[in-house]
C-alpha cells in the first residue's frame, strides 16, 4: 500500500510558509499578536490591582525589545549563524530559533531593574509586579507557538501519518522539516512528526487560565468562609440565615474604599461573593493606631544597623584623621609614631566594640526583620491567603514541568540547550527548584517577615 505522504508530498510543497504569498510573514506576526495579548492581559490585571499603568508602559517599552533579541540570541546559538562566524544573525527574530527562557532572562533583568528603581517610591511589592506580569507570558507563548508551524520547528519524534491526522490538514500537512535541524541542509523526503508548538500551545493556554482564574481564587474557595465569622457583616447568597438583609441591619467597619450593595425587589441588600472577600480582607482597613505600632517596631530593628554603619563610618573617618594629625605631630620621632600609632588602633578598636553590632551583618539583620504582627493585624481572622508572588512561582513550576515533558520528545538540535541532555536538563531542573524555592518563600515565609505599612502587596497594609 502507497503512503499518503508518497503519493502527495514533497519536501517543497509548504517551502514557502515562511513567508506566505510572498510578503506576509506568519511567525513574527504571530509572535507580535502574542505579545500584545499579553500586554493586554497585564493593563486588565494592572488596573485591577490599582498600580500605575505609566510602570508597565515603561517596562514595556525597555523589555520587550531585550526580551525578544535574546530570544533570538539564545534560541540560535548552536546554528549556522555560529559556524559562519555571521553573529548579526543571532538577532534576525523574524527567522526560526526563538528560546523563551532566553527571551525571560533578558527581559526580567530589564524590566526587574526599572521597577525596582520605582518600587519603593511607588510603596509596590516586586512580588505583585511579578504576579501581575509573569503569568501573561503564557498567553504570549500560547499565540506565538503558531507562528512555528509556518517555519516547520518545533516538533517531536517521527510518527506515522495516520497518527496525526486526526488534526485539520492544514496543520497535519505541515508536520515535517524542510531542513534538517543538525545539519541546516535541505531534507530530501517527508518525514512526518509530532506537533510540539501545538502541544505547548494548548498546554499554556491552560496554565494562562489555571494561573488567571483558578490559583489566585483558591483562598477563597478552601479558607473557612467569612461569614462563619460574622453572618451580619456579610449578607450574601452562601449566608443561609442572611441571605438578604436591611442595610441599617449590616455590621460596617472601616474599609479602603466603599462596596456596592445588591438590591433585592424589598429593598433589602446583599453582596457578591467577590465583595464578600474584599470586605472581609482585601478592602478591609485595620486600626491605625496598632498598625502605626507595629510599623515602629520594623521601622527600629532596620534603624539599628543603618545606626550601627553610620556610627562605625563615622569612627573610620575619625580615625583616619587622627592617623594623619599623628604622622604630622611625630615626623620626626618614628619611635614615639609607632607607640601612638598602637595606642590609635587599640583605641578604635574598642570603639567599634563598644558599637554593639546588632547583627553579624546586613544580610543576617535583614534575615531576622519581623512583619507578624503587622500581618496579623490584616488577616486577624486568618483567613487562607494566597500571597503576592505565589502565583509567579507556581507560573515557574508549571511551565517548567511542561517544558521538561516537551524536552523528552525533541531531537536533540532542539533542545534549549543545543546537543546536550545533560545540560539542558539541569537547566530545568535548576528553574524547576527555584520556583519551588519561590513558592515556599512568597507563601509561608515573606509575608510575616518584610510586610510594611502602606504597601500594596495581595492587598494594601
Not at 199 to 214: G, K
Request: some cysteine; proline content about 3%; charged content about 25%.
Amino acid at each position: 500500500m502507497i503512503s499518503v505522504q508518497t503519493l502527495y508530498f514533497d519536501v517543497d510543497k509548504y517551502a514557502g510558509d515562511h513567508m506566505l504569498w510572498g510578503w506576509f510573514a506568519p511567525y513574527p506576526f504571530l509572535i507580535f499578536l502574542g505579545a500584545m495579548a499579553a500586554i493586554i492581559a497585564c493593563v486588565v490585571k494592572f488596573r485591577l490591582k490599582r498600580m500605575p499603568i505609566a510602570d508597565l508602559q515603561i517596562t514595556i517599552v525597555i523589555a520587550l525589545p531585550v526580551g525578544l533579541l535574546c530570544a533570538s540570541l539564545f534560541g540560535k546559538l548552536g546554528t549556522s549563524a555560529t559556524f559562519n562566524w555571521k553573529i548579526y544573525e543571532y538577532f534576525f527574530i523574524w527567522e526560526p530559533g526563538m528560546n523563551l527562557y532566553g527571551g525571560l532572562a533578558g527581559g526580567f533583568a530589564v524590566g526587574f531593574a526599572y521597577l525596582w528603581s520605582k518600587h519603593n517610591k511607588r510603596m509596590i511589592s516586586m512580588w505583585t509586579y511579578a504576579d501581575a506580569i509573569m503569568p501573561n507570558l503564557l498567553i504570549a507563548q500560547a499565540v506565538g507557538r503558531w507562528g512555528n508551524l509556518f517555519n516547520h520547528e518545533i516538533l517531536g519524534k517521527v510518527v506515522d501519518q495516520s497518527a496525526i491526522n486526526w488534526l485539520p490538514s492544514w496543520i497535519w500537512e505541515r508536520c515535517y522539516y524542510i531542513y534538517n535541524p543538525a545539519t541546516g541542509e535541505k531534507m530530501t523526503e517527508v518525514v512526518f512528526r509530532e506537533p510540539l508548538f501545538l502541544y505547548e500551545s494548548i498546554a499554556t493556554l491552560i496554565l494562562f487560565i489555571l494561573l488567571s482564574f483558578v490559583i489566585p481564587n483558591l483562598g477563597r474557595w478552601f479558607s473557612k468562609k467569612p461569614w462563619k465569622y460574622n453572618r451580619r457583616a456579610y449578607p450574601c447568597t452562601y449566608n443561609k440565615e442572611y441571605r438578604w438583609a436591611n442595610e441599617s441591619e449590616v455590621d460596617f467597619f472601616p474599609l479602603q474604599a466603599p462596596l456596592k450593595y445588591r438590591y433585592n425587589k424589598e429593598g433589602q441588600v446583599s453582596y457578591s461573593l467577590n465583595s464578600v472577600w474584599k470586605k472581609a480582607y482585601y478592602w478591609r482597613d485595620v486600626d491605625v493606631t496598632a498598625s502605626h505600632a507595629a510599623q515602629d517596631k520594623i521601622d527600629k530593628w532596620r534603624d539599628k544597623w543603618d545606626r550601627f554603619v553610620e556610627s562605625k563610618i563615622n569612627l573610620q573617618k575619625r580615625f583616619k584623621v587622627d592617623k594623619i594629625k599623628l604622622k604630622r605631630r611625630f615626623k620626626n620621632d618614628r619611635v614615639k609614631l609607632k607607640t601612638s600609632m598602637i595606642e590609635l588602633k587599640s583605641k578604635y578598636r574598642e570603639d567599634v566594640q563598644e558599637l554593639q553590632r546588632p547583627s553579624r551583618n546586613a544580610l543576617t539583620h535583614w534575615w531576622k526583620f519581623d512583619s507578624k504582627e503587622l500581618y496579623q493585624l490584616h488577616n486577624d481572622n486568618k483567613y487562607f491567603i494566597i500571597h503576592s508572588g505565589f502565583v509567579s512561582a507556581v507560573y515557574l513550576i508549571l511551565y517548567t514541568f511542561v517544558r521538561i515533558i516537551l524536552e523528552t520528545r525533541r531531537s536533540e538540535y532542539e533542545l534549549s540547550i543545543k546537543s546536550s541532555w545533560v545540560l539542558d536538563g539541569l537547566m530545568y531542573f535548576a528553574i524547576f527548584a527555584i520556583g519551588v524555592a519561590l513558592l515556599v518563600f512568597s507563601q509561608f515565609i515573606a509575608p510575616k517577615k518584610w510586610r510594611e505599612e502602606g504597601w500594596l502587596y495581595e492587598k494594601s497594609y
